[in-house]
């Protein structure tokens, strides 16, 4: 069924409509008298939602073991505002006697997990970023350079892989599509820079933003969430990155200098080694330096965005800022 999603709740809404179960609690006994209560943690393509489901008879504790996590389940409710956080709130029973949780059977749950075309506020879908980012590809005239770009996007399987991983578990663009959404973005940002200084390269630079992140296609796998493969936990994506741009440059005889440039972004795009945010070397040329900025840039952009627009910190209707500190370079721990 579609029903309400998550970004529309707001309180006092009645909620009927399908989610995903990500987590569950452990089931509790009310305080002062009868009953008991369990917590979830619920999910749909717009994000996600914590709900309280109580009751007062045994018949709670047969809904608590019947609903696991990755389960998706029809929850029927009202949306309410608690401690400042928008919550879903579920009563045992509805008023004509029957559950107000049931299990759905053979749903598809990659249906509930966000991509870039179910998140309002971004405002820009797969369709525009598929296109921009070919057209961004279209900027590189160095003929090695898109020698490189062409081994690995124009490979059909790589970019179904790279055009769906998200960028992040979770700090930005944790979703479908993300990578995409984010290498679009840096590479964007990245030659705005750089067309403010003519001498700077401009095709190493777009072409360094493209395949900056290509690590992340094996650091992050997708199932019912995202979630860090074994790979990514023991190496990261800037490891895994630098060695497949490094591989590839050397079996298409890229020039040397040329191959090392590239790796170097690659190694490099996460600023200064003090910061300790994975980069092992500091960025040491113009062009390193610039994805390094831009990265870091649009990464920070999203997570103040994010905040703003509700998805991790609830705010009061009507404000237009958040008091929100985010990783970054400018607030080094």
Known sequence: M???????????????????????????????????WFEMTLQDRTGRIKARFWGSDDGVSEIHESINEVDVIRVRGIAKVYDGELMLNIAQRLPDGSMSIEVVDGADVRDYIPSVDSIPWLRRGYDDLEREFWELFGTVRNEDLRRILSSFFSDEEFWKEFSTAPAAVKVHSAYVNGLLHHTVNVARIARAIAQGYPIVDMDLVVAGALLHDVGKVREYGISYKIFETEEGGLFGHIFIGAEMVDQRSRELGLPDRLRKKLVHIILSHHGRVSRGLGSPVDPKFPEAIIV???????????????????????RKKGEFFVNFRPLGWLYPD
Do not use: C, H, W
């Not at 840039?297 to 910190?313: H, K, R």
């Open 292 to 314: 390094a900025m831009a990265d870091e840039s649009d990464a920070m952009a999203f997570q103040y965005l994010n905040a703003l627009n509700g998805q991790e910190l609830k």
């Open 2 to 36: 579609a029903g309400e999603k998550i970004a529309e709740l707001e309180d006092g809404m009645q909620v009927d409509s399908t989610f995903l179960v990500v987590e569950k609690s452990d089931l509790l006994p009310y305080r002062g008298k009868e009953g008991y």
